[in-house]
């Protein structure tokens, strides 16, 4: 088995900061990309940054200088940084990690149960 837990979600008032974490654990032989999506109330999931196991980085522009992925490689975990918090970035937010599993060598995706980020006064 597989498990990606989130963390660090919660209420927060517009321009502030939040941290999420997502730790992947597990029968996991190698992780590739790591990343998170969120998924606003009616709207479809989106994607939001991603990190590659190099420590390349990717932003939707919708968060580009406000949000900050980063990872730990050892302790098979990612992290986002949320700064500037606006309305409009409240959401389920997803971890997503791309990997092999030793359980049948198959390279895929692996998803979190989200993690609520309300930003309102």
């Known amino acids: 088995q597989v498990q990606l837990v989130e963390s660090g979600g919660g209420l927060v008032q517009p321009g502030g900061s939040l941290r999420l974490s997502c730790a992947a654990s597990?029968?996991?032989?190698?992780?590739?990309?790591m990343g998170w999506y969120r998924q606003a109330p009616g709207k479809q999931r989106e994607w939001v940054t991603t990190?590659?196991?190099?420590?390349?980085?990717n932003y939707a522009d919708s968060v580009k200088g406000r949000f900050t992925i980063s990872r730990d490689n050892v302790k098979n975990t990612v992290y986002l940084q949320m700064n500037s918090l606006k309305p409009e970035d409240t959401a389920v937010y997803y971890c997503?990690?791309?990997?092999?599993?030793?359980?049948?060598?198959?390279?895929?995706?692996?998803w979190g149960q989200g993690t609520q980020v309300t930003v309102s006064s």
């Open positions: 597990g029968n996991i032989f190698s992780i590739y990309g």
């Open positions: 997503n990690a791309d990997l092999i599993s030793p359980i049948d060598w198959a390279r895929r995706d692996y």
């Open positions: 990190i590659s196991s190099g420590g390349s980085t």
